[in-house]
């Protein structure tokens, strides 16, 4: 079965600093996704990476993808309060009907 | 367009009972796939039905079964009700045409078995 492990699983940050969240996979897959959650909310797509190399950015957050280290990263820059949340990432597997597998999830607070 | 609607956002059911949950997809979307996420967890993945047919199914044992509907409205029932199926349900659809990736998920229904 597929694992994806994301670390740190908690992350405490002062605004204005830089940090990076990290999601390993155990499976070859070029497909990952990157999702934020507000407590008690549903998902939120933040970002699609469908290739090697490929790489997002959306305001502060930026996610790459290296599928050859089977690793992504969410690298967040100049944290603001607003980017608390928890972020997961998730893999496709396109050899189990497109099945995800979700990451355990990274809690992001972020304090004034 | 539309999203993804669950019904109902939250629910209490007694354990042994059962329950269904209900999903109405995106526009356009003819595949749909349900995940359980217990608290402080990441979602796990059901099963997904795309044309009314059941095409893949994740580790939960047989008395989690579900439906598609022409419409592509979908429904979760689980049978028998544990402690251990109290979590949040989520319900995703997505598109099979080539070039679209990922889920659009819905807002969720909170079941707690007591």
């Known amino acids: 079965e597929l694992k994806v492990e994301q670390n740190p699983l908690f992350l405490s940050m002062q605004e204005g600093k830089n940090y990076t969240i990290y999601c390993n996979y155990s499976?070859?897959?070029?497909?990952l996704y990157w999702y934020r959650q507000d407590p008690g909310k549903s998902l939120e797509s933040l970002f699609v990476l469908l290739s090697n190399g490929a790489v997002k950015q959306e305001g502060r957050l930026m996610a790459s993808l290296d599928t050859k280290a089977r690793l992504s990263t969410l690298h967040i820059t100049a944290a603001v309060h607003d980017l608390s949340a928890t972020y997961f990432c998730?893999?496709?597997?396109?050899?189990?009907?497109?099945?995800?597998?979700f990451g355990t999830g990274t809690s992001l607070t972020v304090i004034p | 367009e539309t999203g993804v609607t669950q019904s109902p956002t939250h629910l209490i059911k007694t354990r042994g009972q059962q329950v269904t949950l209900r999903c109405s997809s995106q526009?356009?979307?003819?595949?749909v796939s349900w995940y359980q996420q217990a608290l402080g967890q990441g979602p796990q993945f059901i099963f997904q039905y795309y044309r009314e047919e059941e095409n893949g199914r994740g580790n939960f044992p047989p008395r989690f079964s579900g439906l598609q509907f022409p419409n592509y409205s979908s429904e979760l029932n689980v049978n028998a009700l544990e402690l251990d199926d109290s979590a949040l349900y989520l319900c995703?659809?997505?598109?099979?045409?080539?070039?679209?990736?990922?889920?659009?998920f819905g807002s969720g229904t909170r079941l707690t078995v007591v």
């Open positions: 998730a893999v496709e597997s396109v050899y189990t009907g497109n099945q995800f597998y």
């Open positions: 526009s356009g979307h003819n595949t």
């Open positions: 499976t070859t897959s070029d497909r």
């Open positions: 995703a659809s997505s598109s099979a045409r080539q070039g679209t990736y990922g889920y659009t």
